[in-house]
């Protein structure tokens, strides 16, 4: 594996371990004010950045390249509306799309085309990604400033229930 792409596949593990600091403190948020469902939602977002780290470490091994794990640091968001976390989770997502295509792109400049086979999934994810992001900002405007609105939002959130991912390495 071309060293570049190696060193940006660490890189990335930690960044997705940021990601489940971060929306962790965003559950931690909304439980503190009383939305379990919200937090609910945040707490399943942290569980699949974990696992987008975990394909990323056993993907790097599977290749026989070394790991190198960093410290992680402490989410630096301050929520002082429950829309700041529904704002500052896009903004984040579409933050990670950018390392994901820098990523591929060193993985394509390399022609390590086994690992851009391996990103197209990270590529379609984070697309996802985004969308539910945007969606729960345009549900929280359409419905947060009722409070039996808000009081249905959350329970919806509260139905979301945790779905490793599928792929195989």
């Known amino acids: 594996m071309d060293k570049k792409v190696s060193a940006l596949l ?18 931690n948020y909304y439980s503190a004010k009383g939305l ?21 470490y056993r993907y790097l091994h599977n290749n026989s ?12 968001k301050v929520f002082q509306a429950p829309m700041d976390p529904l704002r ?15 990523i591929y792109a060193a993985a394509q400049a390399a022609k390590d085309y086994r690992t851009v086979q391996f990103l197209d999934w990270f590529v379609k994810e984070q ?18 400033s009722d409070p039996k609105g808000l009081y249905m939002l959350n329970g919806e959130l509260m139905g979301r229930v945790y779905s490793a991912p599928s792929l195989t390495l």
């Open 88 to 102: 500052a989770s896009l903004e984040h997502e579409k933050y990670v799309t950018s390392l994901i295509d820098t």
């Open 10 to 27: 660490n890189e990335q593990i930690n960044k997705e371990l940021y990601s489940a600091y971060l929306y962790l403190d965003m559950a």
């Open 36 to 56: 379990d469902g919200f937090a609910n939602w945040y707490e399943i977002q942290a569980k699949e950045e974990q696992d987008h780290a975990m394909l990323i």
């Open 127 to 144: 697309g996802e990604e985004e969308k539910n992001a945007a969606d729960l900002i345009t549900k929280m405007e359409l419905f947060g």
């Open 65 to 76: 390249e070394s790991v190198t794990l960093e410290a992680v640091a402490k989410p630096d």
